[in-house]
Nanobody
Framework: QVQLVESGGGLAQAGGSLRLSCAASGRTFSTYVMGWFRQAPGKEREFVAAITRSGDTTYYTGSVKGRFTISRDNARNTVYLQMNSLKPEDTAVYYC?????????????????WGQGTQVTVSS
């Protein structure tokens, strides 16, 4: 089992940056595909980004491509989400998640473990 704890959320101005971190417990972090999702008020949870177990391939939803970067440090059991050029529509609770699947997927149903979420608020 994996426990995930996000940090780094907060308030940013439009055009600004934030870096989210997600620390995982356990010795098997490198065996999980890792993803970031977000949920805005009144909306469904949506896929943001994911990274393969080795970290060599990344995937993004279209609205964040070119602005957000997902990365991982398997030695530190941590996955990151660097968010640049933030927009008010990026405001949401951001969750990291771990998946035991080999293939990276964008459906929340394919992720087995979730963090508690961290709030990101972008002001205009």
């Amino acid at each position: 089992q994996v426990q995930l704890v996000e940090s780094g959320g907060g308030l940013a101005q439009a055009g600004g940056s934030l870096r989210l971190s997600c620390a995982a417990s356990g010795r098997t972090f490198s065996t999980y595909v890792m993803g970031w999702f977000r949920q805005a008020p009144g909306k469904e949870r949506e896929f943001v980004a994911a990274i393969t177990r080795s970290g060599d391939t990344t995937y993004y939803t279209g609205s964040v491509k070119g602005r957000f970067t997902i990365s991982r440090d398997n030695a530190r059991n941590t996955v990151y989400l660097q968010m640049n050029s933030l927009k008010p529509e990026d405001t949401a609770v951001y969750y990291c998640a771990a998946s035991r699947t080999v293939i990276v997927r964008s459906s929340s149903n394919d992720y087995d473990y979730w963090g508690q979420g961290t709030q990101v608020t972008v002001s205009s």
